[in-house]
Nanobody
Framework: VQVVESGGDLVQPGGSLRLSCAASGFTLDGYTVGWFRQAPGKEREAISCIHINTGSTQYADSVKGRFTISRDNAKTTVYLQMNSLKLGDTAVYYC???????????????WGKGTLVTVSS
């Protein structure tokens, strides 16, 4: 299931950014969509996920209270609203549409290009 990330940018500490994860040619109905990120020199980590049908969500402790995941009514796009951004949020952000376990924890062996978020003053 192919999804494409967008919305990455350069933002100052304390700023906000919204990332999008869009499905191409199909809906995300029945899938779980997860956001992962990989900072320079670090392993990729799962940060948030949402089940498209139930709306159930999960967040990593590192982003809880600052990031919000949501989906559009057409079930074709998932958003990650990122507020109160910190220097440590700098990373390439990836999204994945799959089962709950894969999208929320395990990840995949076939990542997309991701979108770069740089938090810097």
């Amino acid at each position: 299931v192919q999804v494409v990330e967008s919305g990455g940018d350069l933002v100052q500490p304390g700023g906000s950014l919204r990332l999008s994860c869009a499905a191409s040619g199909f809906t995300l109905d029945g899938y779980t969509v997860g956001w992962f990120r990989q900072a320079p020199g670090k392993e990729r980590e799962a940060i948030s996920c949402i089940h498209i049908n139930t709306g159930s969500t999960q967040y990593a402790d590192s982003v809880k209270g600052r990031f919000t995941i949501s989906r559009d009514n057409a079930k074709t796009t998932v958003y990650l609203q990122m507020n109160s951004l910190k220097l440590g949020d700098t990373a390439v952000y990836y999204c994945l549409a799959d089962t709950w376990f894969s999208a929320c924890e395990y990840g995949t062996n076939n990542w997309g290009k991701g979108t770069l978020v740089t938090v810097s003053s």
